[in-house]
């Protein structure tokens, strides 16, 4: 079952946390500074989540940074809800599509298992 990151609820947080994080950096909402915090907040999660995945493949085991690394992950994934909400779109819709284009494209053999 896909997980609807647009429904009321999710929607109706992430909006009041953005909005709040708008206000305390004094950025106007639909201005390129807005555009710019979203995109470079997203890149500094992205970032401290690859730096843990790394930690894992140099300095092993993963049990000890999991933990660290899903609420990377989630952060990640809470940018993703602002700028959704930001730019207007759904990213379960864009997913899914994307997922549809992917599998036509490259027609993977599902029998290889």
């Known amino acids: 079952m896909a997980i609807d990151v647009n429904g ?6 992430s909006r009041a946390l953005h909005k ?14 807005e555009y710019l915090f979203l995109a470079t ?3 500094g999660e992205v970032g401290e989540l690859c730096n843990l995945i ?6 092993g085991p993963l049990k000890e940074l999991k933990e660290k ?14 700028i959704s909400n930001t730019f207007d779109f759904s ?5 899914v599509d994307k997922v549809a284009l992917l ?5 993977p053999d599902w029998s290889a298992g």
């Open 69 to 82: 690394i899903a609420e990377e992950a989630a952060d990640v994934f809470a940018y993703l809800i602002h």
């Open 91 to 95: 990213l379960d819709e864009v997913n």
């Open 8 to 13: 009321d609820n999710v929607n109706v947080i």
């Open 103 to 107: 599998v036509n494209e490259r027609k």
């Open 20 to 33: 709040a994080a708008m206000n305390n950096c004094e950025i106007e909402e639909g201005s390129s500074e």
């Open 54 to 59: 790394k930690k894992v493949r140099r300095d």
């Open 41 to 43: 907040a997203l890149a």
